[in-house]
């Protein structure tokens, strides 16, 4: 995740708003005039590698009605349960705590606007990653989108012992997109982050072709 620096929550969460802000608000033209409508909607979105919801909390629940956060570890979902978003829960801005590994998770069929995975694609092999998105798309909603905010390695892969996991170029990640029968749609690197980290990057994605 933050490795530590957990001040850069507001800097980091103002990044994701501003990067989805044409696709949920749509885009403005001269005098404020609308000139491009909203591309989906702000009812559902999934949080995809939650922890303990800080992405859900300071992003997602700022844009959207409600979220279902789905992550691997049970303390983390406990926590998130009962302390982090124990309001947001009882107000019925959550939908589901899910616990499971990406590579099982299987989302219900047109259900979200917005599939969001932050800083987890990197426990994934590639292929446990591309069979990820190819599900990720059967749960999207018609219009719905997938987003992809991550450590970036300048060239190739740069595999982290101490966690078992990887980060990929800017040219895999692309690849696998690809792969997987992803378009993408826009890019943009996190602005603001500390000295001595990987860049981040930010994609937002749309199936090539509807599922049928």
């Not at 997938?146 to 390695?153: L, R």
Request: glycine share 10%; aromatic share 10%; with cysteine.
């Amino acid at each position: 995740m933050l490795g530590g620096f957990g001040s850069v929550t507001n800097v980091e969460a103002k990044g994701s708003m501003e990067f989805m802000s044409e696709y949920v608000r749509g885009k403005k033209g001269a005098r404020n005039i609308l000139k491009v409508p909203p591309r989906i909607d702000t009812q559902y979105a999934c949080d995809c590698g939650a922890g303990i919801g800080r992405v859900s909390k300071h992003f997602l629940l700022k844009v959207f009605n409600k979220v279902d956060l789905v992550e691997y570890t049970p303390k983390f979902i406990k926590h998130a349960e009962k302390v982090y978003l124990a309001n947001e829960r009882r107000n019925g801005r959550i939908g589901k705590f899910i616990c499971l590994g990406l590579q099982e998770f299987e989302p219900e069929e047109e259900k979200y606007d917005l599939i969001w995975c932050q800083w987890v694609l990197g426990h994934l092999t590639d292929d446990d990653l591309v069979k990820f998105f190819q599900r990720c798309k059967k749960g999207l909603k018609p219009n719905g989108l997938i987003g992809v905010k991550d450590n970036v390695a300048k060239l190739g892969y740069c595999f982290d012992k101490d966690d078992s996991s990887v980060t990929r170029s800017d040219e895999i990640f692309k690849g696998l997109f690809q792969k997987a029968g992803l378009r993408l749609l826009k890019e943009a690197t996190q602005h603001g982050m500390p000295d001595g980290l990987y860049e981040v990057k930010m994609y937002a994605l749309e199936p090539e072709l509807r599922p049928t």
